[in-house]
Nanobody, 115 residues
Framework: HVQLVESGGGLVQAGGSLRLSCEVSGSIFGINSMGWYRQAPGKQRELVATIIGGDLTSYGDSVKGRFTISRDNAKNTVHLQMNNLKPEDTAVYYC?????????WGQGTQVTVSS
């Protein structure tokens, strides 16, 4: 069984920064992909960023230029550096890990951006 645990969420003022982390444990393999998604109240879950290997990344249009995804393969951890946060970024952020065609999800961490 694969388990994901997110951390780093919290309350921050608009224009501030926050760094999320996701640790993966269990039966994992070296070749995989990881990503971040978010879901605000009344909204559909949307893609924030993904990373395959060490440097192949993609971002959602709403966060491009402000967020950066990275991973520490030795620690099986993915990070999301969020800069210039906006109230519209307020949501529950979920970590996703994929291997062998199967997706695994964390329980989510709340990010709240105040005006």
């Amino acid at each position: 069984h694969v388990q994901l645990v997110e951390s780093g969420g919290g309350l921050v003022q608009a224009g501030g920064s926050l760094r999320l982390s996701c640790e993966v444990s269990g039966s994992i393999f070296g070749i995989n992909s990881m990503g971040w998604y978010r879901q605000a109240p009344g909204k559909q879950r949307e893609l924030v960023a993904t990373i395959i290997g060490g440097d192949l990344t993609s971002y959602g249009d709403s966060v491009k230029g402000r967020f950066t995804i990275s991973r520490d393969n030795a620690k099986n951890t993915v990070h999301l550096q969020m800069n210039n946060l906006k109230p519209e970024d307020t949501a529950v952020y979920y970590c996703r890990y994929s291997q062998l065609g199967i997706d695994y999800w964390g329980q989510g961490t709340q990010v709240t951006v105040s005006s």
